[in-house]
């Protein structure tokens, strides 16, 4: 792959634009994600606990906002790495680092109220009573709802549901959209499943929306593979690093706040990751903080700092590889702080994941989203005979843009539109009034 076409500033559904202010384009994709409906949705929408009473905890926004600025050294590290190494002329390091900053703001765009568990949930109210709404659709139709995917809704959001003018989407740049693309492969592919490559674990774009995605792919010059999924785009594996770096030390950093991790459990796994083997230094900020607050604060700071500095380095390690689409493992998995990341993950499992707020929660949010599909669904994609009153009244809450699916597939897409579009907040408000548990005021 050629850095002159995987740095593309053609948008989709727009072409190329004449450049009018001093903002490069990948800045200005920036901008156009931070003013989005869907990327203020975030404020209340779960990080690791959902509906959370404390001011403190993340939530998707607030991730997606510290993701970025990861990011943001990530890919600016990294092209200065690039620009040496391919030659490339009339690019600055800090493009690379505006590309994925992008990216990573629009990570978690498309995912579902009540976090993971709300992809669950989706999923498996399709295997079961949404299950006779498939039969007459095709079988490579019938996988983007019984596989669900919220990076794959994420690309529907940014492509197409975002803004309705000149067809639809930010019309961001193939490169931002190309950064964004962790799984770039359709759901059906038979051939994949199971797949050990870090591309191929989950997928990237609905079978509608696969024109769209193909365009994204050829205007970057992807490499295509012979199972008809596509090779990363090597800024993505930047963006995947800075999401897991986050998760990985500020899910910890939650987890301590709400008092289910103590400060000596992560003060052991931070420590070697944020000062190395040569140990705390004798002089310091650490060592005069007086409190444990401050204290993992200033451990989750400079612990962030080397995860950044050891992925750029895996990154230029398997620098050729990314460039032929070959590589195929997720750059902080051949980290250093391999071990300390994996025990990290093991106490967050057991201590922040497992929460008994999260688990009620996650768990409710089955039920929610559920009911919510049990309504909407037959409201879109029934016919003017064959609704009920009852879905007919449903149908006039769902806004007009859900309601334009001209085939039984479409009408199922936007049904998933609109319920993953939801706030967790609204979600519940919803639910609670489509069951008459709670009615509107006013």
């Not at 450049?19 to 901008?31: C, F, G, L, N, P």
């Not at 529907?156 to 309705?164: A, C, E, H």
Request: aromatic share 10%; proline share 3%; hydrophobic share 35%.
């Amino acid at each position: 792959m050629e850095w002159e076409q995987l740095l593309s500033t053609e948008r989709l559904g727009r072409g190329q634009e004449q450049k009018t202010d001093a903002r490069s384009e990948y800045q200005r994709d920036y901008d156009r994600i931070v003013f989005s409906s869907a990327f203020r949705r975030l404020q209340d929408k779960t990080q690791v606990f959902p509906l959370a009473e404390s001011d403190y905890v993340r939530t998707r926004l607030t991730h997606s906002v510290e993701v970025s600025c990861v990011g943001r050294s990530l890919g600016t590290l990294a092209g200065s790495l690039i620009i040496e190494r391919s030659g490339l002329k009339g690019f600055q390091a800090q493009e690379f680092g505006n590309i994925v900053a992008a990216a990573c703001l629009a990570h978690d765009i498309g995912n579902p109220p009540f976090g993971h568990s709300g992809e669950d949930a989706i999923r498996t109210w399709f295997e079961g009573p949404g299950k006779s709404y498939l039969k007459d659709l095709d079988p490579e139709q019938i996988q983007d709802f019984l596989k669900f995917e919220g990076n794959a809704q994420g690309f529907r959001v940014l492509s197409r549901l975002q803004n309705k003018i000149n067809g639809g989407g930010l019309q961001l740049t193939y490169a931002v959209l190309g950064a964004y693309s962790k799984y770039p492969r359709r759901a059906h592919i038979l051939s994949l499943e199971g797949s050990e490559k870090v591309s191929e674990k989950k997928f990237g774009y609905v079978i509608g929306d696969e024109e769209w995605f193909v365009k994204v792919a050829e205007g970057l010059g992807l490499k295509k593979k012979l199972d008809g999924a596509w090779s990363r785009h090597p800024l993505a594996f930047l963006m995947e690093a800075a999401d897991d770096i986050c998760y990985r030390i500020v899910d910890l950093e939650d987890g301590h706040r709400l008092g289910r991790v103590t400060f000596s459990d992560a003060k052991q796994l931070l420590e070697p990751i944020a000062f190395g083997s040569e140990g705390i230094p004798v002089s310091g900020s650490y060592a005069d903080i007086d409190n444990n607050k401050g204290r993992f604060e200033y451990l989750r700071a400079i612990a962030i700092n080397s995860l950044i500095l050891d992925a750029v380095s895996v990154f230029e390690k398997n620098y050729e590889k990314l460039m032929q689409g070959t590589h195929e493992r997720d750059l902080m998995s051949q980290s250093k702080f391999i071990n300390e990341l994996r025990a990290i993950k093991k106490l967050s499992r057991e201590k922040v994941y497992a929460a008994p707020s999260v688990l009620h929660i996650e768990a409710a949010g089955f039920e929610v989203l559920g009911r919510l599909l049990d309504k909407v669904v037959p409201a879109l994609v029934g016919t003017e005979d064959s609704r009920s009153a009852a879905e007919k009244k449903i149908l006039e809450i769902i806004p007009e843009q859900f309601r334009k699916g001209k085939t039984h597939y479409e009408r199922l897409l936007h049904a998933t539109d609109f319920v993953s579009g939801m706030t967790d907040s609204f979600a519940v408000t919803l639910y609670r009034r489509l069951q008459g548990i709670e009615l509107p005021r006013g």
